[in-house]
């Protein structure tokens, strides 16, 4: 998302705000009154951010005394893998994807401490990656400088991304279209011990013993799947 588009969806949201005032509407109102300035998908994507709080399909401002909490559970978030007592999340995004901002999920800035208004730095030894929750007025995060920081990947590639969750730094590895890591490989993709991945990976999907692949297919990651079952195990 550019710049630009992030401070048209800011003047959307206050511009939903102003409308609003204190009161509680039906979100097809505020597509009617407002729609001459604002597409419908714009003001949908807006008011189902945390700015505002949606129920039975009403919408109304969120109050001072509603904290914003999302979830930092990710073990049924597509192309994400953390567990407790993971050094860092691991998130697998297509290179074809990377070329600007990322859109994630916002339970990945919740697990990593940031959330709407904030934004972290990552030293990722080539480059430097950020993770910005832009306002209130987003639904979700944004990584950014992912193309700088693997230059090397082509389009097929897929990035295993790791966001330390408590220092800032990061790295970004190319898991080729073609390419069959062993266990110990995939232990240093996902910087992991090897002698502990299979339980780390259990934990981090909620699953119990060698469910991880299945459990990565559910929820559509079948690159990731493929590399799990794929990988000699000890």
């Known amino acids: 998302m550019t710049t630009e588009g992030s401070d048209e969806r800011d003047a959307a949201g206050a511009a939903v705000e102003t409308w609003l005032g204190d009161a509680t509407r039906p979100v097809d109102e505020v597509l009617a009154a407002l729609g001459d ?33 999302p979830p930092t559970d990710v073990s049924t978030t597509r192309g994400v893998l953390c567990g407790r007592s993971w050094p860092a999340l691991v998130m697998a995004i297509p290179a074809s994807e990377a070329t600007g901002s990322v859109t994630v999920n916002a339970r990945v800035g919740a697990a990593l401490g940031v959330l709407p208004g904030d934004e972290r730095h990552f030293d990722a030894g080539d480059g430097e990656l950020r993770l910005r929750w832009h306002s209130p007025h987003h639904r979700q995060p944004e990584l950014s400088g992912l193309a700088a920081a693997s230059p090397e990947a082509v ?13 800032p730094m990061a790295a970004v590895e190319v898991l080729g279209a073609e390419a069959s890591p062993d266990v110990i490989e995939l232990a240093g993709l996902l910087g992991l011990d090897v002698a502990t991945m299979a339980v780390d990976l259990a934990e981090a999907l909620d699953v119990h013993g060698d469910q991880a692949a299945a459990a990565l297919r559910r929820r559509g990651d079948r690159r990731l799947a493929e590399v799990v079952a794929g990988a000699t195990w000890r």
């Not at 389009?155 to 220092?167: E, F, G, S, W, Y």
């Open 37 to 69: 300035e604002w597409s419908p998908s714009l003001l949908r994507g807006v008011t189902s951010a945390p700015a505002f709080v949606i129920e039975a399909g009403t919408v109304r401002r969120r109050g001072e005394d509603e904290p914003f909490e």
């Open 155 to 167: 389009t097929d590639d897929l990035l295993i991304v790791r966001l330390d969750r408590r220092a």
